[in-house]
Every structure is written in C-alpha cells, then in structure tokens.
C-alpha cells in the first residue's frame, strides 16, 4: 500500500466516524428534547404564570467533577435547542414555559416536503400519542 492510499483510507475512515458522530449526536438530542418537554409538561409550565426556573425544573449543566464521571446529559443542550426554536419561551425574569401551540406548529411544518432536510426536523421529537 502507498502513501496515497494510506491517506484515502485514512480520510475514508475519518469521514466515516464524522457522519456517525452526528447521527448518534441527533439521536441523543431528539430523546433528551422529548424527555425536556415531558419535564414541562409534568411540572404543568405551560404559560407565563406556571413558567418555573432551570433549577426548579432540573435541568442544569452538571459539575466539572459530576461530567468527569457520570454520562454526558444531553438535556440542557436540548432546552437550548427547543428556545431556539421558539418551543419554549423565557420570561424576563429568566423563568421558561412551554409553548405547545409553537410545538404543534412545527410539528406540522415538520412533515411538509420543503423541511426535510432542515436540521430541527430531524431532532425535533415525534409525538407521543398516550
């Protein structure tokens, strides 16, 4: 084997490992999205006056010593994800609610043909139907 396909399998097999990283990334995001919308919706935050604060609702980025040696926790980078996307709203005092009318809007918009291929309808969570 030459050095230029050394360097094709190498850069192969990196590429490789790149899309998998990803799909595992949106995969841990999708589930750690639903289950920060199931936190809303048990703790009832649905509107500005029920909106709670990060702490309260147990979402906060964990320790240095804790993301040494427990699993990554997905769940305040979901919480980010879902303000970015307007599914959860940020009162002035810093307290979040959760928009269900903005959920059930780009849950419609999730299944149009012009959104495949954008990057919030892959790990925006499906519904549960309970």
Not at 51 to 78: C, F, N, Q, S
């Amino acid at each position: 084997m030459n050095l230029l396909e050394a360097i094709l399998v190498t850069g192969t097999l990196l590429i490789f490992l790149l899309i998998i990283m990803l799909i595992l990334l949106v995969i841990f995001l999708r589930r750690a999205s639903r289950v920060v919308i199931d936190i809303f919706r048990k703790h009832k935050c649905l509107d500005e006056e029920s909106a709670k604060t990060r702490e309260e609702l147990g979402i906060v980025d964990r320790k240095l010593v804790e993301r040494m040696v427990k699993p990554r926790d997905y769940k305040p980078h979901a919480l980010q994800f879902l303000i970015n996307l307007g599914v959860i709203n940020v009162t002035s005092n810093e307290k979040l609610y959760l928009s269900e009318d903005m959920l059930a809007k780009l849950m419609r918009k999730k299944y149009e043909e012009d959104n495949k291929l954008e990057m919030w309808s892959y790990v925006l969570p499906p519904e549960r139907t309970e």
